[in-house]
T-cell receptor, first 112, second 116 residues
Framework: QKEVEQNSGPLSVPEGAIASLNCTYSDRVSQSFFWYRQYSGKSPELIMSIYSNGDKEDGRFTAQLNKASQYVSLLIRDSQPSDSATYLCAVKGSGGYNKLIFGAGTRLAVHP | GAVVSQHPSRVICKSGTSVKIECRSLDFQATTMFWYRQFPKKSLMLMATSNEGSKATYEQGVEKDKFLINHASLTLSTLTVTSAHPEDSSFYIC????????????FGPGTRLTVL
């Protein structure tokens, strides 16, 4: 069973701080990795995708991928209360049909 | 770009009736769409993969005769919950894969189903 693991949280950070969200995955051949944000009662929205080892930055968000360690993370700089949500890590499975394997999500709470 | 719509956003029905939910990719063609279900404070659960022009692939434990999926065009997939019961009450979310953007899936806004 291919798995994606995330700490459920809540991760509580003060406004303006850096929030660090982590994810590990079990399928060594995975090539595509995604971070989604889900507000309570809403559907997930894509934040970033990452395919290569290293860092990928987009505004206040930085995704980091280390395939050797099977680890992907998301950093949120200058955290805002509006960033408070559940963050879902997703990994494309090695099977067919391009389905994504989702972690259970980490709940982030940014307090003023 | 990459907008996915769902209709209806919310539906309340009586036990025993059937409910159809539509998922549309508005600005791209999606050969593959996915249907998820999410219970309160729980993680997403993939129900099935919908492929345009062929039968859907259901995840283990999901009854294909209860959750009928049709993907008749490159922009539309439908999920019909047949003979709905209160335990089917949930948040149903579709996503669509934009083949031009690799494996990225874009989610619709979801449909909240309540079965009385």
């Amino acid at each position: 069973q291919k798995e994606v693991e995330q700490n459920s949280g809540p991760l509580s950070v003060p406004e303006g701080a850096i929030a660090s969200l982590n994810c590990t995955y079990s399928d060594r051949v995975s090539q595509s990795f995604f971070w989604y944000r889900q507000y309570s009662g809403k559907s997930p929205e894509l934040i970033m995708s990452i395919y290569s080892n290293g860092d990928k930055e987009d505004g206040r968000f930085t995704a980091q991928l280390n395939k050797a360690s099977q680890y992907v993370s998301l950093l949120i700089r200058d955290s805002q209360p509006s960033d408070s949500a559940t963050y879902l890590c997703a990994v494309k499975g090695s099977g067919g049909y391009n389905k994504l394997i989702f972690g259970a999500g980490t709940r982030l709470a940014v307090h003023p | 770009g990459a907008v996915v719509s769902q209709h209806p956003s919310r539906v309340i029905c009586k036990s025993g009736t059937s409910v159809k939910i539509e998922c549309r990719s508005l600005d791209f063609q999606a050969t593959t769409m996915f249907w998820y279900r999410q219970f309160p404070k729980k993680s997403l659960m993939l129900m099935a993969t919908s492929n345009e022009g062929s039968k859907a692939t259901y995840e283990q434990g999901v009854e294909k005769d209860k959750f009928l999926i049709n993907h008749a065009s490159l922009t539309l997939s439908t999920l019909t919950v047949t003979s709905a019961h209160p335990e089917d009450s949930s948040f149903y979310i579709c996503s669509a894969r934009d083949g031009t953007m690799g494996d990225t899936q874009y989610f619709g806004p979801g449909t909240r189903l309540t079965v009385l």
